[in-house]
């Protein structure tokens, strides 16, 4: 024996196919489990990992419905706009992730730390350490990104005083010999 396990992790000797039954487990299973809405879009995740020490507990997937995050299951959540775009990820921390769409549905911010849009402080010394409503933000010319940038004071402008921007930007189409910028 090389340790490997090969073939199915669950004998399924209790003949329940919805349930992992510690003393059927070929190996060491990790447990991840998905709920959709009416239109399949995945709303829930939960990471169940391996479902206590070991394989020491058995898991049944028939009479589960979404949990909430525990220090034992976490758990990601994720809600759509009208138009079906994600709006909102909640992840198992409870921390909220918002995005913002052009009208092409291209992504154009994305709100970390998501509070209620706006930076938590007017003082331009801590507006770099504030921790609620992180922006990142993409720029579009001819349906290509352009930019992708921190906005720092979230108020939309590249800022070029302190403290400024964080801008990587993205040239397309230029000719060998000549600066990127040009």
């Known amino acids: ?3 490997e396990t090969t ?3 669950d004998t399924n000797a209790d003949n329940d196919a919805d349930k992992y039954t510690a003393t059927n487990i070929e190996g060491r299973i990790q447990v991840t489990a998905f709920w959709y809405d009416f239109l399949g879009r995945a709303t829930t995740q939960a990471e169940y990992g391996t ?3 070991g394989n020491a507990s058995d898991f049944d997937r028939e009479p589960l419905s ?3 995050s525990s220090d034992t299951v976490l758990v990601t959540s994720t809600d759509y706009a009208a138009d079906g775009s994600v709006d909102t990820v909640t992840d198992p921390k409870g921390l909220v992730t918002k995005y913002v769409y052009d009208d092409l549905g291209r992504k154009t911010a994305q709100v970390s730390n998501y ?3 706006l930076r938590d402080t007017t003082d ?3 507006v770099e350490v504030a921790v609620d409503d992180e922006f990142v ?3 579009y010319v001819d349906g290509l ?3 992708l940038w921190v906005d720092f004071n979230g108020d939309g402008t590249k800022t070029t005083s302190a403290p400024k921007d964080q801008v990587t930007s993205y040239f397309y189409g230029t000719k060998v010999g000549t600066p990127s910028a040009s």
């Open 1 to 3: 024996g090389s340790g």
């Open 7 to 9: 073939g199915a992790l």
């Open 51 to 53: 479902n206590g020490t």
């Open 66 to 68: 979404a949990p909430s």
């Open 115 to 117: 509070v209620n849009g």
């Open 124 to 126: 331009p010394a801590a």
């Open 137 to 139: 933000r993409y720029d």
């Open 145 to 147: 990104m352009t930019a």
